[in-house]
C-alpha cells in the first residue's frame, strides 16, 4: 500500500479526501490552512479538511507556511510515496516536490493546459463553456505545468453556478485521483507534456467582477451570475441600495431601451434591456434584505414597482 500525505483546504478537497481514503486506506498525514475567522461575528471556523480530521481522527497540521522548516521535518517522518494535493492554497516549494519516493500529484479543476491558475472552474464558465473536467497533474516547480496522468471530463449546464460545478467535480476529481493511484501502484503510470501552445490562464477572482455592466450583451451577464456564485455574486444597484442578483435568463427578445432600464408588469417578471438581448431576473436580493424571487419581490410593491432602471 502507497503511503501518502494529503494536501487540501476547502469542502472540494474534503470530499475528494473521504473518497480516497474509503477506498485505499487513511493519510499517514494531512496538511490543511488555519482555522479563519468568518461571518459578521468573526467566529473562527476550521476549514472543511480539518473538520474531516478531527471527525476521522486522522493527524494533520493547519499551518500557514508548509514550506517551514518545521513542516518539512515533520513531513520527512511520514516517509510518504505520494502527496496529494487538492485547492491546498500554497505555493509547494523544492524541499516538498522532491519529498515523495514517488510523486507530488495535484488535482486540477480544468483539462490542463486550459485554465492554469487559481479560478479554472468559474472562469470556464464565464466564458461561455459547454465543458470542463479534472486533470491529475505531477506537480512541478511552474504552476499548474506539471505532466498528466489522468484526464475526465464533465459537461458544464445550463444556470450552473460555480459551486454545483464544483460539487460535480470533487467527485469526478476523487474518481481521476483514485484512478492515478491505482496506476501508480501497479506500475502502469503514463505521464504526457502539456501543450504549451494551448495552455491559458484562469486569473483569481476579484471583487470588481462583481458589478454588472449593462452595456454587456444578456448572455454575457447571465453567465457572469453563475459564474461568480458563491463569490463575489453578481450585483448592481437598485435606487440606492445594492441589489444581487442570482438566478436569471438571457432571452433572444429585443428591446428598444437602452442598457439597464427595466421591463416589468409590476406582477409577475423584471427584464433588464441590456446591449444584446434582455435579461429576465429571476431570483434576487435587495442589500439586507432577504433573497427572493422575483415573483414575491414585487409583490413587496403592491403592484407598483417604483424604480426604472438598474444602474
Known sequence: MLRYVFMGTPEFASVILDRIAEKIGPPVHVVTQPARSKGRGQKVIPTAVQALCETRGWGFDATDNVNSEEMLARLQQTKPDLILVAAFGQILKKGILEMPSRYCLNVHGSLLPQYRGAAPVQRAILNGDT???????????????GDILVQKKTPILPAETSQMLLDKLSAVGAEALLEAVELIAAGREEFVPQDETKATYAAKLDKQEAKIDWNRSA???????????PWPNAETVLGKDRLQIFKAEALAEKSTKTPGELITDHKSHLKVSCGEGVLALTEIQLE???RLVVVDFLRGYRGNFPFSKLS
Open 131 to 145: 465543458e470542463t473536467g479534472i486533470t491529475i497533474q505531477r506537480m512541478a516547480r511552474k504552476l499548474d505545468t
Open 219 to 229: 448572455t454575457e451577464i447571465e453567465r457572469q451570475i453563475y459564474g461568480l456564485q
Open 288 to 290: 439586507n434584505r432577504k
